[in-house]
C-alpha cells in the first residue's frame, strides 16, 4: 500500500542537507549544554549541600557532626565541574531531546510520531522516579548500612575521640569527591535502570519482543539483573539487593505492559479482519 501524501513529511533532500541539519541540531544542543553548565557552575555549593543530606541524617542519628574533607588541593574544583556537568545534562536535556526529535520527526510516519512520542515523554520521567528513589529511600539505607563500621566505642561521637574498650578510633571522615562520586553513582545507576520499562515497552511496540517471551525468560532475567546490579553500584550486597528488588518489580510491570499493547493490537486487527490465529493457523497446517 502506498502511503498517502500526507503520512509523511516530505524527506527526499540531499545528503548534504542531512548532515547540515544534524550539524544544526548538534550545536543547538552542545549551546544549551554550555549555557546549562555555567548556570550550574554558579550554584554548585547549593546542589552539593542538597545532595549531603543523606549522609548528614545518617551522621546526626549517631550525634555526629557532618562534615566532609577535601583530600586534595584541587578536589574542591573538580566537584564543582563535576556537578555542574551533570547538572549541566540534566537541565539541558529537554533540549537536547527537542532537537533529537526535531533532526528524526520528518522521516516517522504520522502514526509512528504517535507511538514513540509517550516513550520520550515518559523515559525522564522514570529516570527522575529512579533517582528520587536512590536518593530519597536507598542512599539513607545505605549510609545507616556503612556507617555501622565505625569503631567508637565508649568515646564522644561530635568529637571522634576513642573510648577506654576501642584499641582504634575508626570514624567517618569521608572526602569530598568520594562522596559525590558514591552519591551519584546511586542516583544515576538507579535512573538509568528505571529506564527499563521504557525499552522493553517500545520493543514490545515495535513487535520485537513478546509478553509470553519474556514471561518464559524470568529466570535468565533474575540473573541479568543481579549481574548489572553488581556492575553499576558499590561493591556491596546491600546495594545490589535494593536495586534488584527495585528492579524486577519493572520488569514484571514491562510484561502486562506489552500484554495491554498486544490485545490492543489483536483487538485492532480482529475488527480489520486481519488478525491470524496462531493456533488455528498451527491446526490448519498439520490437518
Given at each position: 500500500?502506498?502511503?498517502?501524501?500526507?503520512?509523511?513529511?516530505?524527506?527526499?533532500?540531499?545528503?548534504?542537507?542531512?548532515?547540515?541539519?544534524?550539524?544544526?541540531?548538534?550545536?543547538?544542543?552542545?549551546?544549551?549544554?554550555?549555557v546549562?553548565?555555567?548556570?550550574c557552575f554558579?550554584?554548585?555549593?547549593?546542589?552539593?549541600?542538597?545532595?549531603?543530606?543523606?549522609?548528614?541524617?545518617?551522621?546526626?542519628?549517631?550525634?555526629?557532626?557532618?562534615?566532609?574533607?577535601?583530600?586534595?588541593?584541587?578536589?574542591?574544583?573538580?566537584?564543582?565541574?563535576?556537578?555542574?556537568?551533570?547538572?549541566?545534562?540534566?537541565?539541558?536535556?529537554?533540549?537536547?531531546?527537542?532537537?533529537?526529535?526535531?533532526?528524526?520527526?520528518?522521516?516517522?510516519?504520522?502514526?509512528?510520531?504517535?507511538?514513540?512520542?509517550?516513550?520520550?515523554?515518559?523515559?525522564?520521567?522514570?529516570?527522575?522516579?529512579?533517582?528520587?528513589?536512590?536518593?530519597?529511600?536507598?542512599?539513607?539505607?545505605?549510609?545507616?548500612?556503612?556507617?555501622?563500621?565505625?569503631?567508637?566505642?565508649?568515646?564522644?561521637?561530635?568529637?571522634?575521640?576513642?573510648?577506654?574498650?576501642?584499641?582504634?578510633?575508626?570514624?567517618?571522615?569521608g572526602?569530598?569527591?568520594?562522596?559525590l562520586?558514591?552519591?551519584?553513582?546511586?542516583?544515576?545507576?538507579?535512573?538509568?535502570?528505571?529506564?527499563?520499562?521504557?525499552?522493553?515497552?517500545?520493543?514490545?511496540?515495535?513487535?520485537?519482543?513478546?509478553?509470553?517471551?519474556?514471561?518464559?525468560?524470568?529466570?535468565?532475567?533474575?540473573?541479568?539483573?543481579?549481574?548489572?546490579?553488581?556492575?553499576?553500584?558499590?561493591?556491596?550486597?546491600?546495594?545490589?539487593?535494593?536495586?534488584?528488588?527495585?528492579?524486577?518489580?519493572?520488569?514484571?510491570?514491562?510484561?502486562?505492559?506489552?500484554?495491554?499493547?498486544?490485545?490492543?493490537r489483536?483487538?485492532?486487527?480482529?475488527?480489520?479482519?486481519?488478525?491470524?490465529?496462531?493456533?488455528?493457523?498451527?491446526?490448519?497446517?498439520?490437518?
Amino acid at each position: 500500500m502506498n502511503a498517502r501524501p500526507d503520512d509523511i513529511e516530505d524527506s527526499s533532500a540531499p545528503l548534504i542537507e542531512h548532515l547540515a541539519e544534524l550539524r544544526t541540531r548538534i550545536l543547538y544542543s552542545l549551546g544549551a549544554f554550555v549555557v546549562a553548565m555555567v548556570i550550574c557552575f554558579t550554584v554548585w555549593n547549593p546542589i552539593f549541600n542538597f545532595l549531603t543530606h543523606p549522609i548528614c541524617e545518617a551522621l546526626a542519628d549517631r550525634q555526629q557532626d557532618c562534615g566532609l574533607v577535601l583530600i586534595k588541593l584541587q578536589e574542591g574544583f573538580f566537584v564543582a565541574v563535576r556537578i555542574s556537568v551533570l547538572g549541566g545534562f540534566a537541565l539541558a536535556f529537554p533540549v537536547i531531546a527537542y532537537q533529537m526529535w526535531r533532526f528524526v520527526a520528518p522521516g516517522l510516519y504520522r502514526s509512528e510520531k504517535q507511538a514513540f512520542l509517550p516513550f520520550i515523554l515518559a523515559s525522564p520521567a522514570m529516570f527522575i522516579a529512579g533517582a528520587a528513589f536512590a536518593y530519597y529511600i536507598v542512599l539513607p539505607i545505605a549510609f545507616d548500612f556503612f556507617l555501622n563500621f565505625q569503631q567508637n566505642f565508649g568515646g564522644d561521637p561530635t568529637t571522634g575521640t576513642v573510648g577506654e574498650d576501642a584499641p582504634a578510633g575508626i570514624v567517618f571522615q569521608g572526602s569530598m569527591e568520594q562522596y559525590l562520586s558514591l552519591t551519584t553513582s546511586f542516583v544515576m545507576a538507579f535512573g538509568i535502570c528505571f529506564q527499563l520499562p521504557v525499552l522493553l515497552t517500545l520493543m514490545g511496540k515495535a513487535g520485537l519482543i513478546t509478553s509470553r517471551g519474556l514471561a518464559g525468560m524470568r529466570r535468565y532475567a533474575i540473573v541479568l539483573i543481579l549481574v548489572v546490579a553488581a556492575l553499576v553500584t558499590p561493591p556491596d550486597v546491600m546495594s545490589q539487593l535494593i536495586l534488584f528488588s527495585a528492579i524486577y518489580p519493572l520488569y514484571e510491570v514491562s510484561i502486562l505492559l506489552i500484554r495491554r499493547i498486544e490485545k490492543q493490537r489483536e483487538a485492532q486487527m480482529r475488527a480489520d479482519g486481519t488478525w491470524i490465529d496462531e493456533e488455528e493457523d498451527e491446526d490448519s497446517t498439520k490437518a
